[in-house]
């Protein structure tokens, strides 16, 4: 079974700090992909990577970058916190052309 | 502009009693439709996908069919386990665009 990994499940963080979330699979999957998901906005992507040291603007790209370093590996820096970054975190991984596997999620909160 | 909608938002059954979730989509480029189980506070959890019209996939009490234009998924005689937010996405130029998700909840 695939597995995706996420750093922390629930995190607590001040306006202005730097956050780091992490994302670990697996399976060797080439795509990696970070979302965030609010009530009544669905799940919105917001970078993603097709292979290492590669990466994409998704939809909601500001205030957010990732890092893809090793293939197994993506992480999503926020560089200055804000408290409308308050979210669920979700990262998935997949081959191309296929389904996407999510980890379980991280919830954040900036106050 | 690529577009999957979902619909209802909201869906309570009767344990037993069957239904149908609709998910239509406007994209170009087309690549597969998936299906997806969503539990509160965790991350969704992959079902099923499919490629073309015609096609069925099924799981359990679950069934999901395909059209050029929609996909419909089919819960038979559901139990109370089966109460989730269920969403669907359409792959499109390398991206996976999802619905709002139709939740459903099964009472006893």
């Known amino acids: 079974d695939v597995k995706v990994t996420q750093s922390s499940r629930y995190l607590v963080k001040r306006t202005g700090e730097k956050v780091f979330l992490e994302c670990v699979q697996d399976m060797d999957h080439e795509n990696m992909f970070w979302y965030r998901q609010d009530p009544g906005l669905g799940l919105r992507l917001i970078y993603f990577?097709?292979?290492?040291?590669?990466?994409e603007k998704g939809d909601i790209p500001e205030g957010y970058s990732v890092s893809r370093e090793k293939k197994e590996r993506f992480s999503l820096i926020l560089e200055s916190a804000s408290t409308n970054q308050t979210s669920m975190y979700l990262c998935a991984s997949s081959l191309s052309g296929t389904e996407q596997f999510f980890g379980p999620g991280t919830r954040l909160t900036v106050l | 502009e690529d577009q999957v909608t979902q619909s209802p938002e909201a869906l309570r059954l009767q344990e037993g009693e069957s239904s149908s979730l609709n998910c239509s989509y406007t994209v170009s480029g087309l690549r597969g439709l998936f299906w997806y189980r969503q539990d509160p506070g965790k991350g969704p959890e992959f079902l099923f996908t499919l490629y073309s019209a015609g096609e069925e996939k099924e799981k359990e009490r679950l069934k999901a069919t395909l059209t050029k234009k929609e996909s419909f998924l089919h819960i038979t005689a559901p139990k109370p386990e089966d109460s989730a937010t269920y969403l669907c996405a359409v792959l499109s130029w390398g991206k996976l665009q999802f619905g709002a998700g139709t939740q459903v909840v099964v009472t006893p």
């Open positions: 990577s097709y292979d290492v040291k590669m990466k």
